[in-house]
C-alpha cells in the first residue's frame, strides 16, 4: 500500500547556522539558486564530511586533536555505506547494484563500490555531483576547511587508499531529485523496476520537500531481498520540509500523542512491503570551525524486501 501525500514542492533554503547566506552559489543552473546545497560553503563542508583524509603539508586533522576528542564520529559517508554492504543476504546473487540517494560529493558512493558491481548515485546538488565526478576522475580538488573566524587553511580532498581507479570507474554520478523516483525510471535514469538490491539514503529525509514520495517509490526500485538503509537525525524544518509532510515530530491535534517520525516510518516501510532487520545509532560530526563542530546522532534503520 502506498501512503500518498499532497505533493508541493518547495527550493530549500539557508537554515541551522552552518552555512554562510552570503555564500556564492557555486556556477549552477537558475532553478538551483536559493538552494543552500549549491553554496561554496557547503560544497566545503561535505568535501570535509566525506573525505576525512583531506590534508595539506600541515597535516589537517579531521577533529582538533584533545582529550576525549569524537574520533568515533569521523567517516560518517563510509560508515554508513558499510551498514548497508553487511546487511546484503550472503548469496552469489547479491550485491550487484546499489543506489545512494542523495549522495552529496560522493564518499558513501565510493565505499559502496568497493563491495557492489555498478552504484548509481544522485543528488539534487549541481555542485556536489560535479564534485563527485572530479573525485572519480582523481582531480585535485582544492577547498577551505574553516579555522578560526576568518581564517581558513586550504586542502587537498583524499580518496582513502583502497579507493581505486576500478572502484572509482563503477560509480555512475548524476543530477536528480528523490521524490521523483518512478519519473526517474521512466526516464532511463535509473537502472529500472526493482532492480537495485541495495539503496542507501544518508541525511536525506528530512531535507526533502516530500519524504513520503521518495519512501512511497522505494519498493517499486528494489529488488525482493533487496536492503534499504535510511539514516537520519528526524531533523525536520520547514525550509525544507512543509511543516504538514513531516513524519513525526510535533502532537497529533486530534488524538493529543505525541507523534514519533520512527514509528511512521516503521508504518509507511512495512506497508510498502519491507521488513526492518536492523537499527543502529550513527555518530557524525560536522566541522564549523577548528573549535566548534555540530555532534549529530543519526539513527539507520535497515530494511528488506520481503513482498
Ligand atoms: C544532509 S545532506 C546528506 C548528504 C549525504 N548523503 C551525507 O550523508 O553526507 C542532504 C543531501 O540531500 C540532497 N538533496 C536534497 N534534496 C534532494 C532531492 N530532492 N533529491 C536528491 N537529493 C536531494 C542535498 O543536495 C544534500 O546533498
Avoid at 555564500?23 to 563542508?45: C, F, P, Q, W
Wanted: net charge negative; aromatic share 8%; with cysteine.
Amino acid at each position: 500500500m502506498n501512503i500518498v501525500m499532497k505533493n508541493v514542492r518547495e527550493t530549500p533554503r539557508e537554515s541551522e547556522g552552518q552555512h554562510d547566506a552570503t555564500d556564492a552559489i557555486t556556477g549552477t543552473s537558475d532553478h538551483r539558486k536559493g538552494n543552500v546545497y549549491e553554496t561554496t560553503g557547503s560544497l566545503n563542508m561535505y568535501l570535509g564530511l566525506h573525505y576525512p583524509r583531506s590534508g595539506n603539508d600541515k597535516n589537517m586533522d579531521p577533529i582538533f586533536p584533545h582529550e576525549h576528542a569524537p574520533w568515533h564520529a569521523v567517516g560518517f559517508p563510509q560508515r554508513v555505506a558499510q551498514i548497508l554492504v553487511s546487511l546484503l543476504p550472503k548469496n552469489e546473487d547479491f550485491p550487484k547494484r546499489a543506489l545512494d540517494i542523495g549522495c552529496a560529493v560522493g564518499g558513501s558512493s565510493f565505499e559502496l563500490a568497493k563491495v557492489f558491481h555498478r552504484v548509481d548515485a544522485f543528488d539534487f546538488s549541481e555542485s556536489f555531483v560535479n564534485a563527485a565526478k572530479r573525485m572519480q576522475a582523481n582531480e585535485m580538488i582544492r577547498f577551505n576547511v574553516p579555522v578560526e573566524a576568518e581564517l581558513s587553511e586550504e586542502v587537498t580532498a583524499m580518496h582513502d587508499e583502497d579507493v581505486t581507479e576500478e572502484v572509482r570507474q563503477r560509480v555512475h554520478f548524476f543530477t536528480g531529485d528523490a521524490c521523483s523516483l518512478q519519473d526517474m525510471v521512466e526516464k532511463g535514469l535509473l537502472s529500472g523496476h526493482e532492480t537495485y538490491d541495495g539503496v542507501l539514503l544518508a541525511n536525506l529525509l528530512c531535507r526533502l520537500p516530500d519524504p513520503m514520495a521518495c519512501l512511497n517509490d522505494l519498493s517499486q526500485i528494489v529488488r525482493k531481498e533487496g536492503v534499504v538503509v535510511i539514516v537520519t537525525p528526524y531533523s525536520w524544518l520547514c525550509e525544507f520540509t512543509p511543516r504538514e509532510r513531516w513524519l513525526g515530530g510535533f502532537t497529533d491535534p486530534h488524538t493529543n500523542e505525541s507523534v514519533y517520525s520512527k514509528s511512521t516510518l516503521q508504518t509507511v516501510m512495512e506497508s510498502d512491503g519491507f521488513e526492518k532487520i536492523h537499527e543502529e545509532q550513527v555518530p557524525l560530526i560536522i566541522r564549523e570551525h577548528q573549535r566548534k563542530y555540530q555532534y549529530i546522532v543519526s539513527e539507520a534503520t535497515g530494511w528488506r524486501k520481503v513482498k
